[in-house]
């Protein structure tokens, strides 16, 4: 469940998101619901995460969207385009350990995660499609300033982070999936969804940042000047 974001969709996924996207009320409640039964049946059915996050987020996105585009970086991201992919990631890889591009690069190779993967949803038109990449292409940075590991744990903080930075249903929904599913063998993952939620409720808001621009710079710099305070509870 909780890779879903790092997962390419399909064609079958593309055709589903045009359904929930251009459907009646209705037809977005049934495939909603039928996502959600599915995935308690099978958590890690990423292919269902994707259609819960379309229906979920589609009355939220278009506030987003603006909220985004309103910022002074957001509206230079919406017309430039720029995509953080493998190529500049190897770039990254020159810069010191203690720099932001640096401890992202290197989160990157140390858990066999390919930034090329982190495409735009299929079905969206742009500018939302470019803005859905991109968020997928910063959620790994998001992990690298929280601290949050790639585990269960760290990946449903994460979520809860994304929730009160974005306030996006999806994260909620996952977040709140993923602790009801893995509550038992990680007692800590509900106090750290709520601890994310706070953090991501604090912070400055984290989509629009041009991140190109801060690659160089030392983390502990970057996470003092956009507000993202250490975590409260373990992050490993």
Known sequence: MLDAIRTPATA????????????????????????????LRDPDDTHQVFLLGIVAN???????LAKF???????????????IDGEVVARLRLLPTGTLGGAYARYLDENNLDADLFTAPPGLPQPAAYVAQRLRQTHDIWHVLTGYHPNVPGEIALQGFTY??????????????????WMRKNPRAARMA??????????????????EDH???RLEDVRR??????????AA
């Open 12 to 39: 079958t996924e593309s055709d589903a998101a045009n359904a929930a996207i251009s459907g009646t009320v209705f037809d977005r409640f049934k495939i909603g619901a039928q996502a959600m039964l599915a995935l």
């Open 58 to 64: 589609a009355a939220e996105f278009p506030r987003f």
């Open 69 to 83: 585009a309103s910022t002074a970086q957001g509206e230079a991201l919406l017309a430039e385009k720029p995509a």
């Open 164 to 181: 009160g930075q974005t306030r996006m249903p999806s994260a909620a929904l996952i977040a709140s999936l993923g602790t009801l599913r």
């Open 194 to 211: 709520i601890d994310g939620y706070r953090r991501g409720r604090d912070a400055t808001f984290l989509s629009s940042v041009r991140w």
């Open 215 to 217: 690659f160089d710079r």
């Open 225 to 234: 000047d956009f507000g993202v305070r250490g975590a409260a509870i373990e």
